[in-house]
């Protein structure tokens, strides 16, 4: 074998006492890589930790535990002795493989030690200023909306740059009950704190509950977080005002297209689109606004039996109450430094497409004009407003905001339990993204094809995230972290049921 450069000695005896503070966890053995080695562990550590090891040539590097195995001597065969009663005696060692994250170097860089550590070098669990050093966390109170704190460091809060969020987009996924509205209203909070004009599609109602502060538990102590409510700053908009108790949301019906109209009653448009469009036109000709009502009028007067089923479907629009002589206006919805919740709870799913698709539109043409601040639109269930398969009236716009809403200031917040059902085209431009336990195969591999830099000890990780941890990267969050997301403000408004 050929001599390795800088072979000097190996020192196996390393003097621990030099490096004050440092807690010593094992020694580097077997094949080194740059890009990862293993340790025989002797101190206490688990999977994810951090950790640091000296090198000779670049100084301290940074890595992260991936896997640890246990290793024995016990073979299948000497378990029979002890199950016969028998002491067998059994070596066992803990070997811990790390993936090595770098240093930075003297203008700021991270960096990669291009020459492998030295067998026997020792590994050091990672001090919290070494961390955040080299995997560039900043405390940006100003402008960051404060998510919570890296995983197992209750010394390293997480700061997610606003910015970055309303510019390039936010996903947040996992499985049903995994914390995923719980964080959302996480974010809300923050953009609240920080005047940030959001607007969410809430199609559970679960919302409304920001204006009211949480019960004070001792992990608000833990996070530094205060109970407060945003009673002033949030207004919900329903299409059901009534149930819902909000204000009315209605849409302006001389401005939807006949085919829309039909596409919303599950009409045949060959046989009902010109009758339609002959009575909306007749009725744009002598007035300015009209209702669903003067449309069945018109049709009734008719007298032809033919037209039965388009007056039925027009009577059940028209009981919906989504449309009115004048909808609502978007400037009256949206408000700058405000939270606007459009909650659709009971709302059939075409109608609630319907919402979706109208106002992304009237969202995304007002914010060109620059007729309305610069805002976040949250989306929740988004695999119904904008599904990989089949189709749904919103979707269109939808992928339109996620490709040029950067240019506009207009931020997507795409939330979906079912990541592979989601539009890949949309989910592609979310630049931030926040994902929770996920056990699904397909989910998992639609993560793993998006999300850069996961090593494959994290996507086991993910599938055993407890309830409240995240995976999060992009925008300053260069490389995936696991963040232990903070307890709300607010009171969370998606408790799950109790049925007995
Ligand atoms: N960070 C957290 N800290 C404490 N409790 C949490 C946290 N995240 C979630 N929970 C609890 O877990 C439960 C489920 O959370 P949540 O409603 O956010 O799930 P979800 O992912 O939105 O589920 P679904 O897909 O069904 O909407 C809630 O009752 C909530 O109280
Ligand atoms: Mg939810």
Redesign the pocket.
């Known amino acids: 074998m050929e001599e390795v450069v800088n072979s000097a000695p190996v020192e196996l005896s390393y003097d621990a006492t030099k490096e004050k503070g440092l807690r010593r966890v094992g020694i580097i053995y077997g094949d080194v890589g740059t890009t990862q080695f293993t340790f025989s562990v002797s101190g206490v550590v688990e999977q994810g930790d951090y950790v640091q090891v000296l090198h000779e040539k670049f100084g301290w590097v940074l890595g992260r535990v991936d896997e640890i195995k246990r290793k024995t001597n016990l073979s299948i065969e000497r378990t029979k002795e002890i199950l016969m009663g028998n002491d067998v005696e059994v070596k066992e060692m803990l070997s811990a493989t790390v993936i090595v994250i770098g240093y930075r170097d003297s203008k700021g860089f991270l960096q990669y030690p291009r020459i492998p550590f030295r067998v026997g070098s020792v590994v050091y669990l990672a001090q919290d200023s070494f961390i955040k050093k080299v995997i560039g966390i900043e405390d940006i109170r100003e402008k960051g909306a404060y998510i919570?704190r890296l995983f197992r460091h209750k010394n390293i809060p997480i700061y997610l740059d606003i910015n970055a969020m309303v510019q390039k987009h936010v996903s947040i996924l996992?499985?049903?009950?995994?914390?995923?509205?719980?964080?959302?209203?996480?974010l809300l909070e923050e953009f609240l704190k920080h005047g940030v004009t959001a607007i969410v599609i809430d199609p559970?109602g679960?919302y409304p509950s920001l204006k009211f502060p949480a019960r004070k538990t001792k992990?608000h102590e833990e996070f530094k977080v205060r109970p407060r409510g945003y009673a002033t700053k949030v207004k919900v908009f329903s299409p059901d005002a009534q149930l819902n108790k909000a204000k009315p949301l209605k849409f302006t019906l001389s401005t939807m297209a006949p085919r829309e109209l039909l596409n919303l009653m599950n009409l045949d448009a060959r046989q009902y689109l010109i009758p339609l469009r002959k009575a909306m036109d007749l009725l744009k000709m002598s007035r300015k606004y009209f209702t669903i009502r003067d449309i069945i009028r018109l049709l009734e007067s008719e007298e032809n039996n033919n037209l039965a089923p388009l007056i039925a479907q027009l009577e059940y629009l028209d009981e919906m109450g989504i449309f009115d002589k004048r909808g609502t206006r978007i400037d009256e919805i949206v408000e700058r430094g405000k939270l606007s919740i459009i909650n659709l709870r009971g709302i059939p799913p075409d109608i609630q497409e319907l919402v979706v698709q109208r106002l992304s539109m009237a969202l995304f043409e007002l914010r060109k004009r620059e007729k309305i601040p610069p805002l976040m639109l949250v989306i929740?269930?988004a695999h119904n407003y904008a599904p990989q398969q089949g189709v749904s009236s919103a979707t269109k716009i939808l992928r339109t905001i996620a490709s040029e809403g950067r240019k506009f200031g207009l931020g997507l917040c795409i939330?979906s339990?079912r990541p592979a059902k989601v539009d890949k085209n949309i989910l592609s431009q979310c630049n931030t993204q926040i994902i929770?336990k996920v056990t699904n195969p397909h989910d998992l591999k639609a993560i793993g094809n998006s999300v850069e830099g996961l090593t494959r000890g994290s996507l086991e990780e993910i599938q055993r995230l407890p309830?409240?941890?995240a995976l999060v990267t992009g925008g300053n969050i260069s490389m995936p972290l696991f963040v232990?997301?903070?307890?709300?403000e607010t009171k969370?408004g998606?408790?799950?049921v109790k049925v007995i």
């Open positions: 919570g996992a499985k049903t009950g995994a914390g995923k509205s719980y964080l959302t209203g996480v559970h679960e992990a929740e269930e939330i339990q929770l309830i409240g941890v232990e997301i903070r307890p709300r969370h998606g408790e799950s």
